[in-house]
């Protein structure tokens, strides 16, 4: 099965050469490959995978890439162009200040910066932009085109976008550091165990990732992590996946099966009531998920892990002061 989604990491990935901007597919492999294999100017958007919730954007300097998460789930990934030595764009955790579609710099020249998100007062935005490949900006984030104009609709003033230097291990979602600091650091890192705290986050849009190689699901509500527990994917799982669940009647729930490679929304097929069959889960945790998921939920299946490959390790950030308002 294709699937159009989302970035899995920000790993050290080398730079290919340029390539003219364009969106591209995920096929039948790991996601984690297909972002690695991006070429400058590529990027992928699949934002139906979590409908809701909130969002953050990671760029990684190192891999001169960017990831977009909602509800904690990777819904986009790009190539980027980051700062130059000697004028290198700054590590840290920063809100989108103003936003504006025609933007020109009034540091460099005029020039054009379209689809300009402001991060400081001092001139890093992210915007739309040439990809060579390489660093070579003068400390801004640059996109594909069309990725920058996709981004610019669905962001508001205040979205956090986090910044680091830092090579990372593949990771489905964003770490507790990078979303909520305050959040249970074992939960996620122990698949054998269930865990189930809702009052992390009492309300919200419901996402459930479960990982084939680990063995092992979390549950994101409004972007926190509320739980995560031993799941197993009987049969094979050669590429990514996602259900989606369309309403609640007196039938019962009704999901799909999300076709996100094609554009054609009949393509997504009803889940039949066997499917669920194929995950082995404990009763508990079934029962616990059962009871706050709701229209717009989703599920992904995907064959990547969900924990950070060097033993024991997590994906950290460089924080920094944020940008001061002038």
């Not at 165990?193 to 549950?219: F, L, T």
Request: charged share 15%; glycine share 8%; with cysteine.
């Amino acid at each position: 099965m294709k699937f159009n989604i989302y970035a899995l990491a920000t790993a050290a990935l080398a730079c290919a050469a340029p390539a003219p901007a364009q969106r591209v597919e995920i096929g039948a492999g790991s996601v984690v490959e297909t972002v690695a294999n991006l070429r400058a100017g590529q990027y992928i958007w699949e934002p139906v995978v979590a409908p809701h919730g909130p969002m953050v954007l990671i760029v990684n300097t190192h891999s001169q890439r960017a990831l977009l998460f909602r509800n904690g789930v990777p819904i986009a990934a790009t190539t980027v162009s980051t700062g130059r030595t000697g004028r290198e764009t700054p590590t840290g955790v920063f809100t989108v200040l103003e936003k504006e579609v025609v933007h020109h710099s009034s540091k460099y020249d005029n020039a054009p910066m379209p689809y300009m998100q402001r991060l400081t007062w001092q001139g890093v935005a992210l915007h739309a932009g040439h990809l060579p490949g390489y660093p070579t900006s003068h400390g801004c984030i640059r996109m594909p085109a069309g990725f920058a104009k996709l981004l610019y609709g669905i962001t508001s003033i205040g979205m956090t976008v986090v910044i680091t230097d830092h090579s990372t291990q593949p990771r489905i979602a964003p770490t507790p550091q990078i979303i909520a600091r305050d959040q249970d650091p074992a939960m996620g890192e122990s698949p054998g165990e269930v865990q189930w705290n809702p009052e992390k986050s009492p309300s919200g849009p419901v996402s459930i990732v479960i990982s084939a190689s680990d063995r092992h699901a979390v549950v994101l509500r409004n972007g926190i992590q509320i739980g995560s527990a031993p799941v197993t994917v009987k049969g094979s799982v050669g590429g990514t996946w996602a259900y989606a669940l369309r309403n609640i009647d007196a039938a019962g729930q009704h999901w799909i099966t999300v076709q996100l490679s094609s554009p054609d929304s009949a393509a997504d097929l009803p889940v039949p009531r066997s499917e669920w069959q194929r995950f082995e889960a404990p009763e508990s945790f079934r029962r616990d998920v059962a009871a706050i998921v709701q229209p717009g939920t989703t599920v992904i299946v995907t064959p990547d892990s969900l924990l950070s490959a060097a033993a024991g390790s997590r994906v950290t950030v460089m924080s920094a002061d944020a940008p001061r308002r002038k």
